[in-house]
């Protein structure tokens, strides 16, 4: 990356310079404490490794959060003696400003709001100390484009195998396989016998963890952390996908655990058993059993049309408002079958749909939702009637949970809500260049009810 494309416009410029310069006049400076302040809790816990002074390499940077809601309220660094602090009023204006500068047109794709922050932050430590005499905006190009690199980014997806390579939106799904892992591991051979063994520890771990399971693989031009969030942004509609082309998107009591590693549901129980004062048994293990979701070349194959519909959508560079809000609500769709509840399910799948079916919150939510559906979903009279009359006994049972706590006992009703739901979001794909906006997209359905 070079300066030319990240070129910032000269009365931008000049307005980053001044909030970035009025900044180091909001420092305020105060005593280091002898002591840190000791929390009101001091759990008994395992203390693995005490960090000393040996073990801090370069300045020592103080952050600083709401206790309640861990929100980051300032920031400080450690010079001549005094803690120096950005709090308030000027926090709450650097924050203001990483998110300016970080939604400028030509670097909004390569670098995130944190990003800038930091740098920010360490342009106001250096001009506090004299440390520096460029301007603002000269230091954060340079620091721009020393950060954004090409990275190959994989993520682990929980409890999935795939049969092969597939390719949705930007990533790649494909195995993580012991051919992948060798060469992960060549990659990092160090000299040092020792440090080389703790390296093969590590690799074994994660072998035995994730090998044979399935990653989304996608190479991304940006500084890391920005880098790292696009990758899971594409990553997470790329589930979606999978997620609609499993079984478990239409089954109520079978929930899916394709997921970004880390964030699937699997609930799951340690209990320690004691008799007579003595540990008898330990006993561990998952409260649902969470079987692999398996991507075969069969329900590739099966998938084909629905995929190339998916990914010409999914690859649109400038997504209309229409696509933009289909995507959101396809994503939300398929997060459904995530859940574990049948309740949290049909709840997460009628705001999915209510996102796009209904004009604003003071349309009749029922009947307008049923209609409109029903025009996308049935082919005939008889069908319509069918979607209609369905989507009335879910709203009954979303009801009866909401107001009375009641349980679902009407499992059927809610296959078939879940049948019409896939095939709503596949005609919804399948037009997803015929309308610019949801309000002309609605308009459309109910001129049909007219006609």
């Known amino acids: 990356m070079n300066t030319s494309e990240i070129e910032l416009h000269p009365e931008a410029k000049q307005n980053y310079d001044q909030r970035a310069e009025a900044l180091i006049g909001k420092l305020s400076a105060q005593d280091i404490p002898r002591q840190m302040e000791q929390s009101a809790i001091q759990p008994d816990i395992v203390v693995h490794h005490t960090i000393t002074e040996k073990d801090i390499i370069g300045d020592v940077l103080v952050n600083f959060a709401d206790g309640q809601t861990g929100e980051r309220t300032g920031r400080g660094f450690l010079t001549g003696g005094k803690k120096i602090l950005l709090e308030g009023e000027g926090w709450r204006e650097l924050s203001k400003l990483s998110s300016k500068v970080a939604q400028t047109p030509n670097i909004r794709e390569k670098v995130s709001a944190s990003f800038i922050e930091d740098v920010t932050f360490l342009w106001i430590k250096a001009r506090y100390e004299k440390s520096t005499s460029v301007g603002f905006s000269d230091h954060l190009v340079s620091e721009i484009i020393k950060a954004v690199v090409d990275q190959e980014i994989w993520i682990p997806i929980a409890k999935t195998q795939i049969d092969g390579v597939l390719e949705i939106g930007r990533v790649k799904?494909?195995?993580?396989?012991?051919?992948?892992?060798?060469?992960?591991?060549?990659?990092?051979?160090?000299?040092?016998?020792?440090?080389?063994?703790?390296?093969?520890?590590?690799?074994?771990?994660?072998?035995?963890?994730?090998?044979?399971?399935?990653?989304?693989?996608?190479?991304?031009?940006?500084?890391?952390?920005?880098?790292?969030?696009?990758?899971?942004?594409?990553?997470?509609?790329?589930?979606?996908?999978?997620?609609?082309?499993?079984?478990?998107?239409?089954?109520?009591?079978?929930?899916?655990?394709?997921?970004?590693?880390?964030?699937?549901?699997?609930?799951?129980?340690?209990?320690?058993?004691?008799?007579?004062?003595?540990?008898?048994?330990?006993?561990?293990?998952?409260?649902?059993?969470?079987?692999?979701?398996?991507?075969?070349?069969?329900?590739?194959?099966?998938?084909?049309?629905?995929?190339?519909?998916?990914?010409?959508?999914?690859?649109?560079?400038?997504?209309?408002?229409?696509?933009?809000?289909?995507?959101?609500?396809?994503?939300?769709?398929?997060?459904?079958?995530?859940?574990?509840?049948?309740?949290?399910?049909?709840?997460?799948?009628?705001?999915?749909?209510?996102?796009?079916?209904?004009?604003?919150?003071?349309?009749?939510?029922?009947?307008?939702?049923?209609?409109?559906?029903?025009?996308?979903?049935?082919?005939?009279?008889?069908?319509?009637?069918?979607?209609?009359?369905?989507?009335?006994?879910?709203?009954?049972?979303?009801?009866?949970?909401?107001?009375h706590g009641d349980t679902v006992e009407d499992v059927d009703a809610v296959q078939k809500f879940l049948r019409h739901a896939f095939v709503f979001f596949y005609q919804m794909i399948q037009a997803h260049r015929a309308y610019k906006t949801r309000n002309e997209f609605i308009a459309a359905l109910d001129d049909r009810k007219m006609s």
């Open 173 to 403: 799904i494909q195995p993580i396989s012991k051919q992948v892992f060798d060469s992960w591991r060549e990659s990092m051979r160090l000299p040092k016998p020792e440090e080389d063994a703790k390296v093969e520890q590590l690799f074994d771990k994660f072998r035995r963890k994730l090998q044979g399971y399935a990653a989304a693989r996608i190479v991304v031009s940006a500084e890391p952390a920005r880098a790292r969030k696009i990758a899971e942004e594409e990553t997470e509609k790329a589930l979606a996908v999978l997620r609609w082309m499993s079984p478990e998107i239409q089954l109520p009591r079978k929930p899916s655990f394709c997921a970004i590693l880390g964030r699937e549901y699997v609930p799951s129980f340690t209990h320690f058993i004691l008799r007579e004062g003595r540990v008898s048994n330990i006993h561990q293990g998952e409260f649902t059993a969470a079987v692999p979701t398996g991507l075969g070349r069969d329900v590739l194959a099966l998938f084909q049309k629905p995929l190339a519909m998916v990914n010409d959508l999914l690859r649109e560079p400038n997504p209309s408002e229409f696509q933009s809000d289909l995507i959101d609500a396809f994503i939300l769709y398929s997060q459904s079958s995530l859940k574990d509840r049948i309740t949290d399910r049909l709840i997460t799948i009628l705001v999915s749909l209510e996102s796009l079916l209904l004009k604003d919150s003071s349309e009749a939510i029922q009947q307008n939702l049923g209609e409109r559906m029903a025009l996308v979903c049935g082919s005939n009279l008889a069908e319509r009637k069918a979607v209609r009359a369905d989507l009335g006994e879910v709203y009954r049972i979303r009801s009866r949970f909401i107001h």
